[in-house]
């Protein structure tokens, strides 16, 4: 493949791979991501370009005997000006040839079957839409609104006026009750007469009609995301689980990448595959994604050639987190003109938006994806305002109990010419030792009628 030399154009003479879909070979000419790319930098740095497949078909390393094999011992031989390809730019290859702007970002990936990656419904999955701690939230918030309930009802004199003579209705059962049916949407009895119960009343109401919203809401948006959440997410998450094998290409960059990073995540994961290294370790990229295919399996590798995966297969899916971020660089000789010119070519189509358009056009999808953003429970923070507006309510009504009180207090007092703190004090007494009291009442009254 050539862009014939013009009159007056330099001729760079190009080295490539052949790898789906950079370069490929479609009716007898070569095609793909970087067929592309070199002709948008051909058309901006005016040169023209000759392209021949790498002969021993590598990208580049150093041999035993010393040498660089590859694209680029071929610039190193001068037997090539340039080489446009998926070449990582590595410090090694840095030492001997200059590389360009990365034209491609990439990293290490987990590629998962959507199958086997997909989130199994637990047997108490209704509990899902809110987390531990809004449910120890809700837990407590019910029990104190119910336990301020049952006090308020026996502080307040509209509720309660005579204790000796009369049945409290709102019981520490009957309070519990109560709470638990309006958090059901359902009218229980007893009904508040005091304005106090009324206001803590209203507040739960209040409380548990937005709290049911906000449940509901989240368990339907649960069940429309369904397979789409992924427990595996990071690399750690691979690690915890035990239901997926996960290794890489024996003796890839990937490979040494694990063994020598120092995070101990990345160790664990070496110390893995090590022990396991004639069983999760993979030959060849292809014979990776067929094994993810056919089994439970996770490919830890080239994010890039992930997605393209996921893009042809519709079963596969990449997990969200990228470590090991490198690039795909052009390269050329140390002393080459073109280094610089290039870089600055690559930047603009950058920035033009060009390099980005290459990216959907040959890694373009079938798949219909769904733009759903993950699902997670409501935290309790979402719920804040509303945690505190039934608070603020139960405070209002436990004052407005004692003012009720106060208010009795203040009117007996002037009756039986007593203070109105010592009326006060005893009325607190008698209604918070009910039982006590109405059984010291009971055998009062049964020795008078003996």
């Keep these: 493949d050539s862009r014939g030399p013009e009159e007056g154009l330099p001729t760079l003479t190009v080295t490539t791979i052949l790898e789906d879909p950079y370069v490929m070979v479609r009716s007898a000419e070569l095609e793909g991501y970087c067929i592309d790319l070199l002709k948008a930098l051909a058309a901006m740095l005016h040169f023209s370009?000759?392209?021949?497949v790498v002969s021993d078909g590598q990208y580049g390393a150093v041999s035993s005997n010393g040498n660089w094999t590859g694209m680029v011992g071929e610039i190193l031989r001068q037997e090539a000006d340039i080489a446009v390809a998926p070449l990582t730019v590595t410090s090694a290859r840095e030492e001997v040839v200059s590389f360009t702007t990365p034209f491609l970002q990439t990293g290490i990936g987990i590629l998962l079957r959507k199958d086997t990656a997909s989130q199994e419904m637990s047997f108490f999955h209704f509990l899902a839409p809110f987390s531990k701690e809004t449910w120890t939230g809700l837990l407590f918030a019910y029990v104190l609104t119910c336990f301020c309930l049952f006090l308020v009802a026996r502080l307040s004199p509209c509720e309660w006026n005579e204790?000796?003579?009369?049945?409290?209705?709102?019981?520490?059962?009957?309070?519990?009750?109560?709470?638990?049916?309006?958090?059901?949407?359902?009218g229980v009895t007893p009904r508040p007469k005091a304005l106090s119960v009324r206001v803590i009343?209203?507040?739960?109401?209040?409380?548990?009609?937005?709290?049911?919203?906000?449940?509901?809401?989240?368990?339907?948006?649960?069940?429309?995301?369904?397979?789409?959440?992924?427990?595996?997410?990071?690399?750690?998450?691979?690690?915890?689980q035990r239901k997926l094998e996960f290794g890489t290409l024996d003796g890839s960059s990937t490979f040494y990448f694990f063994k020598n990073s120092k995070n101990p995540i990345?160790?664990?994961?070496?110390?893995?595959?090590?022990?396991?290294?004639?069983?999760?370790?993979?030959?060849?990229?292809?014979?990776?994604?067929?094994?993810?295919m056919e089994s439970n399996y996770a490919f830890i590798g080239e994010s890039i050639s992930q997605d393209l995966a996921a893009a042809r297969h519709c079963n596969l899916i990449r997990a969200p987190e990228v470590i090991g971020a490198r690039g795909f660089g052009i390269a050329t000789t140390?002393?080459?003109?073109?280094?610089?010119?290039?870089?600055?070519?690559?930047?603009?189509?950058?920035?033009?938006?060009?390099?980005?358009?290459?990216?959907?056009?040959?890694?373009?999808?079938?798949?219909?994806?769904?733009?759903?953003?993950?699902?997670?429970?409501?935290?309790?923070?979402?719920?804040?305002?509303?945690?505190?507006?039934?608070?603020?309510?139960?405070?209002l009504g436990v004052i407005a109990a004692v003012v009720e009180l106060s208010n009795k207090s203040r009117h007996a007092a002037g009756h039986v010419k007593k203070s109105c703190c010592s009326v006060f004090t005893e009325e607190m007494c008698t209604r918070l030792r009910i039982k006590e009291n109405t059984r010291q009442?009971?055998?009062?009254?049964?020795?008078?009628?003996a």
């Design 49 to 52: 370009y000759k392209v021949k």
């Design 163 to 186: 204790p000796k003579n009369e049945e409290n209705h709102f019981t520490l059962l009957n309070s519990l009750w109560f709470g638990a049916g309006a958090l059901a949407l359902q």
């Design 201 to 240: 009343a209203a507040v739960w109401w209040l409380f548990t009609i937005a709290l049911l919203a906000a449940y509901i809401a989240n368990f339907t948006a649960l069940l429309s995301s369904g397979s789409e959440q992924l427990p595996i997410q990071t690399f750690e998450d691979l690690v915890k």
């Design 266 to 292: 990345h160790q664990m994961i070496y110390e893995y595959m090590d022990k396991r290294r004639d069983r999760v370790l993979v030959k060849t990229y292809q014979e990776a994604v067929q094994r993810v």
């Design 334 to 395: 140390q002393a080459s003109l073109w280094t610089k010119k290039l870089s600055i070519a690559v930047l603009k189509l950058r920035e033009s938006g060009d390099l980005d358009y290459l990216r959907n056009k040959w890694w373009e999808t079938s798949c219909l994806h769904k733009s759903r953003d993950r699902w997670s429970p409501l935290q309790p923070q979402a719920l804040g305002g509303l945690f505190l507006t039934l608070a603020i309510g139960l405070a």
């Design 441 to 449: 009442s009971q055998e009062t009254s049964g020795r008078a009628n």
